[in-house]
């Protein structure tokens, strides 16, 4: 193959930061060659030892760098639109964290512009896809042995959340992994989401609606119901079970050691995503840049960002209004079908 791809990394926090680290020194076929964030200290911090890498405050700049070639965007969401449009006008391949962008307008706005293009640039960080468990269950619901699902069920647990994070964000960003993985396992788009919150828990900041109970309903009629609980206090932990004709199937529960001593045995919990998904983000960001190499998107991509938007946006409304809310997604341009 080709050159190195030589990537701008915008934004160094807890994601960006450890994209970094893997660009250098995980992955194939790739270097780091600009890291932007308005934080210079963060951008300092996060390039130390690598080799070649230039540090902006300005994203837009970090793009026109010398030896640029590809783009990874683990900015905060709301940033993320003009990062991707930025990319797109100059040509440049991407990967873009989750959520691809938070509201719908903009999602569409990308969309469009992709869809323009007339060729597939970017792909949206929906790192679950490159899970083992996630993938195991993948083969296994389209080989058909358990026959139709009906339901999944899934739990998505952090210990903790972030000073900035708001009730919203527990489906736009949180709930957005579930909306992907369900379209992706089943094959379906969600139609329809209705949000629940039982009383806040005690270890929640104040204001915070944290648990929260998402049902969402499949153009296939199958039902996907998510607890979502981001101050848990106890644990990373992401289960799914797909409940079908003919069988069950449960994925979640397999990334832990069990210490057996002194007549009793402890069970390791993860304590956050970088732990519990790190093979998932060494496949991904490896697979991104195979792909981008040969000039191929082949994960997740635009249309599955712009419908993970629309499907939030509906939840997001269900939670602050009540009720059910439909998802109505744009007709799907001839680019993604
Ligand atoms: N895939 C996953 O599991 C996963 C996990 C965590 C975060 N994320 C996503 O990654 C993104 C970043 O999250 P994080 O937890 O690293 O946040 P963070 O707050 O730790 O870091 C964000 C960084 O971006 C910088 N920044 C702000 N505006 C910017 C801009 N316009 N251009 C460049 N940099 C900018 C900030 O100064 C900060 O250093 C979000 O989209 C988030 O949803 C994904
Ligand atoms: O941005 C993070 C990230 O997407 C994690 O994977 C998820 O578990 C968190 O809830 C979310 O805040």
New binding site residues.
């Given amino acids: 193959m080709g050159d190195l791809l030589g990537v701008a990394v915008l934004g160094a926090g807890?994601?960006g930061a450890d994209h970094v680290r893997r660009l250098d020194q995980v992955v194939s076929g790739a270097r780091v060659a600009a890291v932007a964030d308005p934080d210079a200290d963060r951008a300092r911090e996060a390039v130390a030892g690598v080799e070649g890498a230039v540090v902006h405050t300005d994203p837009v700049a970090a793009l026109d760098a010398p030896g640029v070639s590809a783009v990874l965007i683990a900015s905060p969401g709301p940033a993320h639109e003009e990062a991707l449009l930025a990319a797109f006008a100059r040509g440049l391949p991407v990967l873009c964290?989750?959520?691809m962008v938070p509201d719908s307008a903009g999602a569409l706005r990308v969309l469009e512009a992709e869809a323009r293009l007339g060729r597939r640039l970017a792909q949206i960080?929906f790192?679950?896809r490159y899970d083992a468990e996630y993938l195991r269950l993948k083969a296994l619901l389209d080989g058909g042995r358990l026959g139709r699902p009906l339901m999944l069920h899934c739990t998505?647990?952090?210990v903790s959340?972030?000073d900035h994070?708001t009730s919203a964000?527990?489906v736009n960003?949180?709930?957005?992994?579930e909306i992907d993985a369900a379209r992706w396992l089943l094959g379906q788009e969600l139609t329809a989401v209705t949000v629940l919150r039982p009383a806040p828990s005690a270890g929640a900041p104040p204001g915070l609606a944290d648990p929260q109970f998402v049902l969402f309903e499949t153009e296939g009629g199958a039902l996907v119901d998510v607890e979502?609980f981001?101050n848990c206090g106890f644990g990373?932990q992401?289960r799914c079970e797909a409940v079908c004709e003919a069988g069950s199937a449960r994925i979640g529960d397999g990334h832990t050691m069990v210490v057996t001593a002194g007549g009793g045995a402890t069970e390791e919990v993860a304590q956050?995503?970088l732990v519990?998904?790190a093979d998932a983000y060494d496949r991904e960001v490896q697979s991104w840049v195979d792909a981008t190499r040969r000039g191929l998107v082949t994960g997740p991509g635009v249309w599955d960002g712009y419908a993970a938007s629309v499907v939030a946006e509906a939840g997001v409304r269900s939670l602050e209004n009540g009720g059910r809310v439909a998802v109505d997604l744009a007709p799907r341009p001839a680019l993604y079908r």
């Fill in positions: 807890h994601m964290e989750k959520p960080g790192m679950r998505h647990r952090n959340s972030p994070f964000m527990l960003s949180s709930v957005s992994h979502v981001v990373y992401v956050d995503y519990r998904f």
